[in-house]
């Protein structure tokens, strides 16, 4: 099993519907990350989740929102999709050590609103 | 404003080429990390390297090189002798300060290098 998991891969979603975006992983990590990317912008920041107890907002926040169920799971949801919020998603984690050592991401769910 | 610039959209090279991928850092803090990351068609994100700021050392792993310049803020990426399967999109990230605030990665636009047979 991948040490962070996506789920679903793929999905094909209406406007106006409900998605969650699931997330979980077996690394241990404390903190977790849900990125969005799109051609040309890069990756940006979604939220982020550095315990249990704690969720920020990243820098395009607007339309989502998150739930930390567990250290081990952080979901992503919107609310009423709308198409330009088809993109590339991708969960990552890190460690809550003195150092950093960058992210271990999972595979990425592709989300089409039509 | 931008943290991470990486000003090269796109790239083409024909095979064996040497090929250099700028990326371009603003940051206050002295304490710092640096990556580069690797997005093949497949779509996965792929680690290739990390520096802290305190490490300013190049690297070389095999025909990958690493340039870090603290002077003009620069972590450039060189492939050497390129190859097809090096086409990619490709990303640098900095995170900054220490402690709590330490693990927000910052990620340029991103690089798509096309290597030509």
């Known amino acids: 099993d991948a040490d962070v998991t996506q789920t679903p891969r793929n999905r094909i979603t209406k406007t106006g519907k409900r998605i969650m975006l699931e997330c979980s992983q077996t690394?241990?990590?404390?903190?977790m990350y849900w990125y969005r990317q799109d051609p040309g912008l890069g990756l940006r920041l979604i939220y982020y989740s550095f315990d249990v107890k704690d969720i920020n907002k990243g820098e395009i926040s607007d339309g989502y929102s998150v739930s930390r169920q567990a250290q081990a799971k952080f979901s992503l949801s919107l609310e009423s999709a709308i198409p330009n919020q088809t993109a590339l998603y991708f969960c990552?984690?890190?460690?809550?050590?003195?150092?950093?050592?960058?992210?271990?991401f999972g595979s990425g769910t592709r989300l089409t609103v039509v | 404003a931008q943290k991470v610039t990486q000003a090269q959209t796109e790239i083409s090279v024909v095979e064996k080429e040497d090929v250099t991928l700028d990326c371009v850092y603003e940051?206050?803090?002295?304490?710092?990390?640096l990556f580069w990351y690797k997005q093949p068609p497949s779509g996965e994100l792929v680690f290739l390297i990390r520096?802290?700021?305190?490490?300013?050392q190049n690297e070389i792993s095999g025909r990958y090189s690493w340039n870090f310049q603290k002077s003009t803020s620069s972590f450039n990426f060189t492939i050497t002798a390129s190859q097809v399967v090096d086409s990619a999109v490709y990303f640098c990230a900095l995170s900054e300060g220490g402690g709590s605030t330490l693990g927000r990665l910052y990620f340029g636009r991103g690089t798509q290098l096309t290597v030509w047979p």
């Open positions: 940051t206050r803090d002295t304490t710092y990390y």
């Open positions: 690394k241990g990590h404390d903190r």
């Open positions: 520096r802290n700021s305190f490490d300013e």
């Open positions: 990552a984690t890190s460690d809550s050590g003195g150092a950093f050592y960058g992210y271990t």
